[in-house]
Nanobody, 126 residues
Framework: VQLQASGGGLVQAGNSLRLSCADS????????MGWFRQAPGKEREFVAS????????DYADSVKGRFTTSRENAKNTVYLQMNSLKPEDTAVYYC????????????????????WGQGTQVTVSS
């Protein structure tokens, strides 16, 4: 598993961004994937998680209704579509993979994840 996140940038509040996270490994379709973020001076926090086949998802309350995660297993890629962005969404966003999962599971705890991408900066201006 080797994760590469991309798609961050600087946007104005109310606009959208889509983050991508590509895995160079061969087992992507059997990985629970997660998104986390860390703002300056704050702890890393859960954002979203998606099951192997993408049928089950979970979101932090702070992003529900605005963010959507999806995946394309044929492309070894998971996405985070972020709409109606707010200044408080400013953070470094990380994708992560849980290799010890089962079909239908999702993981909201950072401790469950075994591999992490390098992070991509999202800055939302007011």
């Amino acid at each position: 598993v080797q994760l590469q996140a991309s798609g961050g940038g600087l946007v104005q509040a109310g606009n959208s961004l889509r983050l991508s996270c590509a895995d160079s490994g061969r087992t992507f379709s059997r990985l629970v994937m997660g998104w986390f973020r860390q703002a300056p001076g704050k702890e890393r926090e859960f954002v979203a998680s998606i099951s192997w086949g993408g049928t089950r998802k979970d979101y932090a309350d702070s992003v529900k209704g605005r963010f959507t995660t999806s995946r394309e297993n044929a492309k070894n890629t998971v996405y985070l579509q972020m709409n109606s962005l707010k200044p408080e969404d400013t953070a470094v966003y990380y994708c992560a993979a849980d290799v010890n999962s089962v079909a239908g599971a999702i993981s909201t705890s950072a401790e469950r994840y075994d591999y992490w991408g390098q992070g991509t900066q999202v800055t939302v201006s007011s």
